[in-house]
């Protein structure tokens, strides 16, 4: 077979063009970190990567949605102990007011101290977070409990569970059923009867309230139980998510990122080569008549 110099010059031309094109992958990877910069470079890891990436997205989610979950039950079991703080608050006025030692002016002043922890127990059941009311269910843009014109008090508490998939498949309780906690009966009876009972210097009718009492601090206290449950439920969810994170995430680097010592020694490696094709092909090209005649 005949070998020309054109032959000789084209095969150099497409061996430096084959080496410039390996230089420029491993800058490339340098430059980005990663194998591959788009998905023609290699189908297979783009595909890995596709799943893996979205398995970190849901992960990344479920932790979003331990924060939301944190937003709800903290600030509930905030409040809850403030509430149980209100009742036993009453609950000692009503122990020193069923007294013998108290007369009708002091069971007055107490009636009167009773009526600003109303209020303050109001404002705990109307608890807003966020722009959301969480003792009212599912209709977090409505107050559970609203003053009328009279004095009177509205309470309209929903009893719909506000539940968030912290995990896939699995969903949790955000809220309080807060239906026995904040109930009509209390705040229409059970409170308005205790401040009657003090208005109207009836002993015997204030010592019927101490136990009335204790029974919604019960309902406060067993509320808390429940949600603490939870709570430590969710601690559980966010420690696995935590390693599910650093799984997947290990595992898309492991298919998406270089290796750099590799890709450096690699890199040099191919300067190496190029250079010495650069020399080699100078002196296997050597000048023709034509480049005489010019």
Do not use: C
């Not at 969480?134 to 209709?139: D, L, P, S, V, W």
């Not at 929903?158 to 969903?171: L, Q, R």
């Not at 009867?193 to 019960?218: P, Y």
Request: aromatic fraction near 4%.
């Amino acid at each position: 077979m005949r070998i020309t110099q054109s032959m000789l010059s084209n095969n150099m031309l497409n061996h430096m063009s084959s080496s410039y094109s390996k230089m420029n992958t491993y800058m490339e990877q340098l430059s980005t970190g990663k194998k591959i910069n788009r998905p023609s470079d290699d189908p297979v890891i783009a595909m890995k990567g596709m799943g893996y990436r979205t398995e970190v997205t849901k992960v990344e989610q479920f932790q979003r949605n331990t924060n939301e979950m944190h937003t709800w039950m903290d600030n509930s079991d905030a409040a809850l102990d403030k509430a149980t703080q209100t009742l036993q608050k009453m609950r000692e006025l009503a122990v020193q007011a069923s007294n013998d030692t108290y007369d009708a002016e002091e069971r007055q002043n107490m009636k009167e101290e009773v009526e600003q922890l109303q209020e303050h127990f109001v404002d705990i059941a109307n608890t807003n977070v966020n722009g959301k009311y969480i003792f009212n269910g599912t209709e977090t843009d409505t107050r559970p409990v609203t003053v009328n014109e009279d004095g009177s008090l509205n309470v309209s508490v929903n009893s719909t569970p506000v539940n968030i998939e912290i995990i896939k498949g699995t969903k949790l309780q955000a809220n309080v059923d807060a239906t026995e906690l904040f109930d009509e009966e209390l705040f229409n009876t059970d409170i308005p009867d205790f401040m009657s009972a003090l208005e109207n210097n009836d002993q015997a009718a204030v010592e019927d309230s101490i136990d009335t009492l204790d029974e919604n601090i019960n309902n406060i206290i067993n509320a808390r139980a429940d949600l603490g449950a939870r709570m430590n439920r969710l601690e559980l969810v966010e420690n696995r998510l935590g390693e599910q994170e650093i799984t997947a995430t290990k595992t898309m680097s492991e298919n998406e990122d270089i290796d750099y010592e590799k890709v450096i020694t690699d890199l040099i490696s191919q300067e190496s080569v190029h250079r010495a094709a650069l020399s080699t092909g100078a002196r296997i090209i050597q000048p023709t008549l034509v480049d005489f005649l010019r």
